[in-house]
């Protein structure tokens, strides 16, 4: 009996049914206009172009240009790579233009089906940027696709690590860039810490199209981007908070060896606030529970944690006036790594060898919030579905699955449960070498390179010639791919791997035609792409024959996305193909998930060994499993986002400001503004409202506006004279304050001035915004332990974080006002000198982005980045071939 659900889908369809037919209109005027544009010359086609870019400036819009705008795209494309797009092509660039992801199945040409909606878009002049998840992929696609907006008169650019500044300036220039996630995040930071407008590279967020967006926007969005640097010398405190922790009795503080952690009890904080008052660590009158505490009470954390959870030759040992960590599981010394969040520079207090500086966030930001600042945002993947909740609440995307241009002809099976691991083993290498003897290409997948390597030896053993694809070139990793659907070809694959590029049955003809080609350079390359043509029609015949290129993954993973991508290699544009997964009970997701009571439903049947279970209800159950995982996996992300928000809301004030900053041409107002904010701050403090004269500060209040902003003022004398009121004082000071900048303008011209003003904010901002990164670092680090006074740890960071940012706003006021009070024309040598310091400043901050080493002049002869052949083989603690200086291990050896 069918369901009121079922019912009502059969009578109405379902929503993305309603999605697809309501697109069929605008694919049925895209092929009216077929014949229209076939007739046009390639200079009619560019002409068409310009034609569009004048329509939109008088008025129409991106939706009434779609039928021509794709229809002159659908040719050029012809031309151009000699692809016609099917209707579902079209369909899918519809869903692209209108902000959505477009679920389309492996071989349904989605790099083709991105030109579509980045053509019209382009034609707005604000910049089309299309996002791929390596940087083979967007060389690859920047140049294939290249040939098509050329066709349509556009410009390409392509976005890649340690590109010149130029050719990069020219990349983000270009009509549609081709980028990774990793390069345009990490583009957005460095700009925002650029000092002139000239410098920045990304001009707009207007519209980005994500290849493979499950996996940029899900996958690696837990991650954050960060640029870091070297942080200024706090030796001093950690040396004073370090005298400080021996002076604790026991009751001051509590032990929980099993998670390895140290709290302070009530006796224990108000000790603590007394000695670093006495220490001078902690202003008089703040309690340790003040938001601008927090940097203190989390390096007290940290002192404490030394002392007590951390022994000396247990977890660490010190080696030459250095502390070394030792593994717990291997006892082995770990050379070279250390404990973050100034944990390793606590324990190095403790013992009194030399503190070694920490590394603090420059700039960070994650995905999730830098591709919300694009305006419009969609995507293309094989497996979104089962993750549309998460890309529509956090990035208000609607997903559409579009059809297959052919019926899918691959068979899915069931799943089947081996009681062992070894049992499971057994099954899959008697399966392999079944298919292999009737010519069928396999696909092994596999959840870790570790299991890789496991079943490569097996498969080895069994004498069965195989490829391994490990993640160590891109290139590589294709040219393997390619040759995954050749008759009898083994593969062991991680899960992720091979995306962007197609396994074809027979295996990929171009690759073997330029293979032959390379081979044979004397050879006529028309005769040998003739002869490999008719090969590999023969090879694809035999394949097909054989049912096809069969997917046989070794676990489920705990995302159904995954295990769906993995099955999605076969069966492309209606091949033939086959799926099927081997589980046992030992798998991770099994363990997890009820294995005990499968096992004993299993030994109740009586099950032999080598035999498996097979029925669609495992299936059901095992689906439900990973369904709770994944819903476990968003809330995570879910709550990440929460605290991120807090800090990105900030980030764009600050960003924003910098930019206007750096448009203004004078800002000699805003500098006003901010000193005579800073001497109303001053009077407020030292002349309160509805006071006495008898009870003002006016020495006080001379000596701090000497201090603050730089000049003598008589406010002693003032205080003294008759009928002389708060605001009379406050307006005296203004006016000085004016006169005294007014002189130093003179002094040192207009337009230098003006240039000062600009470089001194700058600098504050950036300085002041690094320094409250940390803390805002430290209160995340801290603000969890508020759970347990039933307070909710986000409404206390966001609170605190919104105080943490207005006291940053007023020490801004402050060193902006001091540093511009006390700066004075200097003789020609001290600006030089002057200048090229900040010179070297700014070129070390552009370049503290963790990234692999360049090769210098001391790379050894013929080493190239791309080819590890040319790298020799040096040993792991050996210097590195590229000449960086680094270890091997610390440098390209990191990838192997």
Known sequence: MLGIGNIARKVFGTPNDRKVKATRPLVEKINALEAEYEALSDAQ????????????????????LLPDAFANCREAAKRALGLRAFDVQLMGGIFLHQGNISEMKTGEGKTLVATFPAYLN?????GVHIVTVNDYLARRDSEWMGNVYSALGLTTGVVYPRQPEDEKQAAYAADITYATNNELGFDYLRDNMKSELSQIHQRDHFFAIVDEVDSILIDEARTPLIISGPAQDRSDLYLSIDKIIPELADDHFTIDEKTRNVTFTDEGNEFLEQMLQEQGILPEGQSLYDPESTTVVHHVNQGLRAHKLFQRDKDYIVRDGEVVLIDEFTGRMMAGRRLSEG?????????????QPENVTLASVTFQNYFRLYEKLSGMTGTASTEADEFAEIYGLGVVEVPTNREIARIDEDDRVYRTAQEKYDAIIAEIKEAHEKGQPVLVGTTSIEKSEMLSQLLTKAKLKHNVLNARQHEQEAQ??????KLGAITIATNMAGRGTDIKLGGNVEFQIMEAIAADPEGDPEAIRKRIEAEHDKDEEAVKNAGGLYVLATERHESRRIDNQLRGRSGRQGDPGRSSFFLSLDDDLMRIFGSERLDKVLSTLGMKEGEA?????????LERAQGKVEGRNFDIRKQLLKFDDVMNDQRKVIFSQRREIMEAQDLSEIAQDMRHQVIDDLVDTYIPPKTYADQWDTEGLQKAVKEQVGFDAPVIEWGDEEGVDREVILERLEEASDRHMNEKAEAFGADTMRQIEKQVLLQTIDSKWREHLLTLEHLRSVVGFRGYAQRDPLNEYKSEAFQLFESMLDSLREDVTKQLGQIR???EEEQRAMMEQLAAQRAALEKA???PAQPNDDAVSGFDETDPTTWGN?????????????????CHGRLA
Not at 480 to 485: C, E, K, L, P
Not at 613 to 621: A, C, G, L, R, Y
């Open 825 to 827: 024309p200097m003789s």
């Open 613 to 621: 279970i097979v029925h669609p209800w495992v299936n059901k159950s």
């Open 122 to 126: 382009a034609l707005t002049g604000r």
């Open 874 to 890: 040096p040993g792991r603690n050996e210097p590195c071939p590229c000449g960086s200086g680094k270890k091997f291990k610390h």
């Open 849 to 851: 982005v963790d990234a």
């Open 343 to 355: 944990l390793h520079q606590a324990i190095e207090a403790k013992e009194g060898v030399d503190i």
């Open 45 to 64: 086609i560019i002409e068409k172009t310009a034609e569009f870019k004048s329509r939109l400036s008088n008025g129409e819009t991106l939706d009434q």
């Open 480 to 485: 393997i791919v390619a040759d995954a659907g």
